[in-house]
């Protein structure tokens, strides 16, 4: 079960996002729900990466420009005066964030900006027409040096599966990150993949499958080599929020354990309520209450059911399986 608060948990954030008025214009957004409630969970680590580079507050304002109509050549340059070009500044001030910053567990950027937004940023032709997106400067060259860092946009974050999805993924690397420090035997490999092997399915069968064959045979490699390659599988079959079918999926073979446990009552008023879920007319949660009301009734025989992170993979408070 995941404590409430682990505040040894860090992750990174645009300042302006913890409402600092580091704005062009000299204000903030803040994020209530960053400051608010995660705020309880994790230790922000604030970074405005255009004052990082020198920019004043208020300043005049940047915008993406690219003469190929592509990433090839994209300059972040004045939004007024183009001979105003920061692109090297923002790329060098990225590697040495990317260095400085090398103990986080996530990231939470501003979207829509030149130099923090991840996910369709304008960008400009050099007669000023907006012409396709990308991503930030500081954003794109921050994730290539941390490429299975879990990050996402503020604005994201207030749709429920994607929410859930980066606390999924947060938490997964927080553990893992622990898990490495305390030193890699082959058991403990095998013994950390037996608790995520139900949260891998419910979100991708060929990484469940992949993972599975990747640890059946531990001497084909190192050892380090092998946990490399099993957490660059992880945080990527995490990276695709689960859908309801795989929820369902992922249910029904872990009802599998109460076989012969629970009375045939029990079963079918179960089954009921996972095929509600399936069908939308209750939340996630409320099979999975059910589910795990069950397991802990039958402590002894359901030892390897009970430890699965599928159960409980972020802190129960944050009631994020609530409108799933
Ligand atoms: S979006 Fe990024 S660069 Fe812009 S004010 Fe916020 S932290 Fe600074």
Redesign the pocket.
């Known amino acids: 079960m995941k404590e409430s608060i682990e505040s040894n948990i860090k992750i990174g954030i645009?300042?302006?996002?913890m409402g600092q008025p580091?704005?062009?214009n000299g204000g903030?957004?803040r994020s209530r729900f960053c400051t608010d409630v995660l705020s309880k969970y994790f230790e922000f680590v604030?970074?405005?990466?255009?004052?990082g580079i020198g920019m004043s507050t208020p300043r005049q304002a940047i915008r993406l420009m690219s003469e190929n109509a592509d990433d090839s050549n994209i300059r972040a340059v004045g939004s007024d005066d183009a001979s105003l070009d920061v692109t090297e500044q923002l790329i060098d001030y990225a590697e040495q964030k990317a260095s400085e910053m090398n103990d986080l567990c996530g990231f939470i950027?501003?979207q829509k900006?030149p130099?923090?937004?991840v996910y369709g940023v304008k960008r400009y032709l050099a007669n000023g027409h907006p012409e396709g997106t990308t991503s930030?400067i500081?954003a794109r060259e921050f994730i290539a040096r941390h490429p299975l860092l879990p990050v996402e946009e503020a604005g994201r974050l207030n749709d429920d599966a994607l929410r859930e999805n980066f606390m999924v993924r947060v938490y997964t690397y927080h553990e893992w990150t622990s898990f490495r420090q305390q030193g890699l035997t082959p058991a403990s490999l095998i013994d950390f993949h037996s608790r995520y092997k139900y949260l891998v399915m419910a979100h991708s069968l060929v990484h469940y499958k992949s993972m599975g064959q990747l640890l059946a045979n531990l001497t084909r490699d190192t050892l380090e080599h092998i946990a490399d390659e099993y957490f660059e599988q992880l945080m990527t079959a995490l990276a695709k929020p689960a859908s309801r079918k795989m929820h369902t999926n992922t249910l029904m073979h872990l009802q599998g354990y109460l076989k012969n446990l629970v009375t045939a009552q029990d079963k079918q008023e179960l089954t009921g309520i996972i095929e509600q879920y399936r069908t939308g007319i209750v939340p996630l949660i409320v099979p999975l209450t059910l589910l795990k009301h069950h397991l802990n009734h039958h402590e002894e025989a359901n030892a390897y059911a009970r430890q699965q992170v599928y159960l409980n993979p972020h802190p129960y408070e944050l009631g994020l399986r609530n409108s799933l």
């Not at 645009?14 to 996002?17: G, M």
């Open positions: 645009s300042a302006c996002l580091v704005r062009f903030h957004k604030g970074v405005c990466p255009e004052v950027f501003m900006s130099s923090c937004g930030g500081f």
